[in-house]
DNA sequence: AAAGCTGACAACCGCGGAATG
DNA sequence: GCATTCCGCGGTTGTCAGCTT
């Protein structure tokens, strides 16, 4: 790991890149001694070749004591999430609310691993809000269908809805699928038809509820990255009119209009739709229009 | 088995702000 | 009030390990 295989010497004649036991050992030594103080004068006095500023960041991101290693927990997750939502990319302020975590692993775990999951869930990761269907990156998008389709493969329907242990992390989930597939039939499409953004309506908000009335979720300050993106933060999924201001989701091609019309009527009527939503992806398939496309991108 | 690809993460770099003279 | 030094932060990069082809 690390960077520069090197020993190697620069200009200043200081040592860069990785750092050997022998080079941790003398740093733990000092700093347990004597504490860090100057960490500019630190590394002359411990007889270290490297700069003040690469004692600091050996010291405090992988030789203090107090370090916490190994994979983050679910509560860990949703508490970068949430404290990313509000109070942006400050890690050390968001590692101030994860003892043992340091700024730097946060980041790598934002960067790496959390920023891909809410996108597969639709929400982008910087505003953390619903991705508005006028700022589709179609490259996103299509990372997001493999995710999908990936998700969807196997006898078991192994998909990372139903390994979620949380009931609100499946439904936020599947319905980001729909968002999915819903941007996707867009993209591929031209015209707009009429369409009853109600049902939709129904669909997000009757798990809450079922779920509060199940006292599995009180508030939304129990799981407040999920309960603030969806309901909260948005207009579309909170409206005040009673009826949601849903992004334009639904499907835009004519021909697949007709073909996907069954899928929002069943989304209307049925609170369960979402989970079956798959199905209606396959009879899409059989059109002739979309058909090529997203098998192509399916069959990745 | 080898080559290529991808994900994870340690470490570097540059900048801004606080502290100090 | 200004200049300089130092520290801490966030963004980025390079390398390795594991996976896929």
Redo the contacts with the bound molecule.
């Keep these: ?6 020993s190697a010497v ?1 200009g200043s004649g200081l ?5 050997t036991p022998e080079e941790d050992e003398k740093l733990m030594e000092y700093v347990g001694r004597h504490g860090h ?5 630190l590394p002359q006095l411990a007889g270290l070749n ?1 700069c ?3 004692c ?3 010291w ?3 030789l203090r004591p107090d370090i916490r ?1 190994g ?1 983050f927990s679910e509560e860990e997750e949703r508490l970068i999430v949430h404290h990313h939502s509000v109070i942006g ?5 968001i590692a101030v609310h994860l003892p043992g975590r340091t ?3 946060i ?3 934002w ?3 959390l920023k ?1 999951k809410l996108l597969q869930k639709g929400i982008d990761p910087k505003t953390h809000k619903p991705i508005p269907t006028s700022h589709i990156d179609p490259s996103n998008l299509l990372l997001s269908l493999v995710a999908i389709a990936r998700s969807l493969g196997g006898p078991s329907h192994n998909n990372s809805a139903s390994s979620a242990s949380n009931p609100l992390e499946i439904i936020t989930t599947e319905l980001a699928k729909i968002q999915m597939v819903q941007k996707l039939i867009q993209l591929i499409g031209t015209n707009t038809p009429v369409v009853d953004h109600g049902g939709y309506d129904a669909l997000i908000r009757r798990p809450y509820s079922s779920l509060e009335s199940q006292n599995m979720i009180t508030t939304g300050a129990n799981y407040p990255n999920m309960i603030n993106i969806h309901l909260a933060e948005n207009s579309w999924a909170s409206s005040g009119s009673g009826t949601a201001q849903l992004p334009s989701l639904w499907p835009s091609c004519s021909k697949v209009s007709t073909e996907s019309t069954p899928i929002i009527s069943r989304l209307s009527a049925e609170p369960n739709a979402s989970i079956n939503v798959f199905e209606d992806l396959e009879k899409l398939m059989e059109d002739d229009t979309c058909a090529s496309f997203l098998r192509d991108l399916l069959d990745e």
């Excluded at 790991?1 to 090197?6: A, E, H, K, V, Y």
């Excluded at 040592?15 to 750092?19: I, L, Q, S, T, V």
């Design positions: 790991m690390g960077r520069l295989p090197s620069q040592k860069k890149g990785p750092w103080g100057s960490w500019r004068k490297r003040g500023k690469s600091r960041l050996r405090m991101n992988y290693r994979n990319n400050k890690w050390s302020q700024d730097n692993e980041k790598n775990f960067n790496t691993q891909k």
